[in-house]
C-alpha cells in the first residue's frame, strides 16, 4: 500500500454530479459463500486445488452462472467444458442454496456504511449482480435501525436475463433506466475486473473495492477510484461527482 496522501485520478474531479449508484453483491456488499460453492462443485469435473481465489476472481466472479462454470472448467483443462458446464452450473446452484439457507454469508460492515450514506445523501441505489441468489441473502441481512439491507435499495436488477454478461454494461444500463438515472450519472461498485470493464463501458463511473489484494487488477480495467475498505471513500464527494480518498486513509497507489 501506498503510504501517500492518497490523489484521486484526474478524470474524478472532473465529472458531473451523480445521482445513483448501483452495487455488485458477491465481494462487495456480501461476503458470500459463491466462491466456497463453485470451488466444491468441482467434485466430479476437476481438481479444485487449481481453484484458488485469484482463479475465482480472473475468472469466475461477476459472471451470469454459465458463463462463470464454462470459463472455469475450460481454464482447468476440462476438455467437454462446454457440454459439463450446464452440470457444473447446477451442481454450484445447488450447493448455493443450502449454503444461503444456512445462513453461511454476512454482509461487509463497510459496504452497509457506504449504501445508507449515499441512500441518506438523496442518491438512488441500485443492485446489479449477476446472481440470481442476492435478494435472497440481503432480505435476511438486517441494518442497525431493523431495515433489511434489501429494502435500501430503490431497483434489484440481479440475475435479470440480459443478452451478454459482465463485462458486457447491458445489466448496468438497465439499472440505470430502472433507476431513471443517465449513466453518466451513476458510480458502480464492484470488485471484479469484469464488473468494472463493463461500468466504464456503459459510461459510468466506477469504484473498485479490492479486497483480496487484487488492486492491480481493478486499476488495470479502469476503475477511477480503488479502496481496500468502503470506509477509505470520502462518501459525502461521492453526489458531487468526485471520486477521492478521505485524506486520512491510504489506498493502493496506482501501478
Request: negative net charge.
Amino acid at each position: 500500500m501506498s503510504t501517500s496522501t492518497p490523489q484521486p485520478p484526474a478524470s474524478a474531479g472532473h465529472r458531473r454530479s451523480l445521482q445513483a449508484a448501483i452495487f455488485d453483491v458477491d465481494g462487495v456488499l456480501v461476503a458470500s459463500p459463491h466462491e466456497r460453492a463453485w470451488r466444491e462443485a468441482l467434485a466430479g469435473f476437476a481438481d479444485a486445488a487449481g481453484f484458488t481465489t485469484a482463479f475465482y476472481q480472473a475468472n469466475v466472479a461477476g459472471k451470469r452462472r454459465m458463463d462463470g462454470a464454462r470459463a472455469a472448467l475450460e481454464q482447468l483443462g476440462v476438455a467437454d467444458a462446454d457440454s459439463r458446464a450446464t452440470e457444473y452450473a447446477a451442481a454450484k446452484q445447488a450447493l448455493i442454496e443450502r449454503l444461503i439457507e444456512a445462513g453461511s454469508f454476512d454482509a461487509f460492515p463497510d459496504a452497509e456504511r457506504l449504501a445508507v450514506a449515499l441512500k441518506a445523501a438523496g442518491m438512488r441505489l441500485a443492485l446489479a449482480s449477476s446472481s440470481r441468489n442476492a435478494a435472497a441473502m440481503l432480505r435476511r441481512l438486517m441494518l442497525p435501525d431493523g431495515r433489511t439491507l434489501l429494502s435500501i435499495f430503490d431497483a434489484d436488477l440481479s440475475g435479470r436475463e440480459v443478452p451478454r454478461g459482465k463485462p458486457d454494461p447491458a445489466i448496468f444500463l438497465l439499472a440505470a433506466e430502472a433507476l431513471g438515472v443517465a449513466p453518466d450519472r451513476c458510480l458502480v461498485v464492484e470488485d471484479a475486473p469484469a464488473g468494472i470493464l463493463a461500468a466504464r463501458a456503459g459510461g459510468m463511473a466506477a469504484l473498485g473495492i479490492a479486497r483480496l489484494g487484487d488492486e492491480a487488477l481493478l486499476q488495470a480495467a479502469g476503475a477511477d477510484l480503488v479502496v481496500t475498505s468502503l470506509d477509505q471513500v470520502d462518501s459525502a464527494a461521492i453526489p458531487t461527482g468526485v471520486l477521492r480518498a478521505r485524506p486520512d486513509t491510504e489506498t493502493p497507489a496506482p501501478p
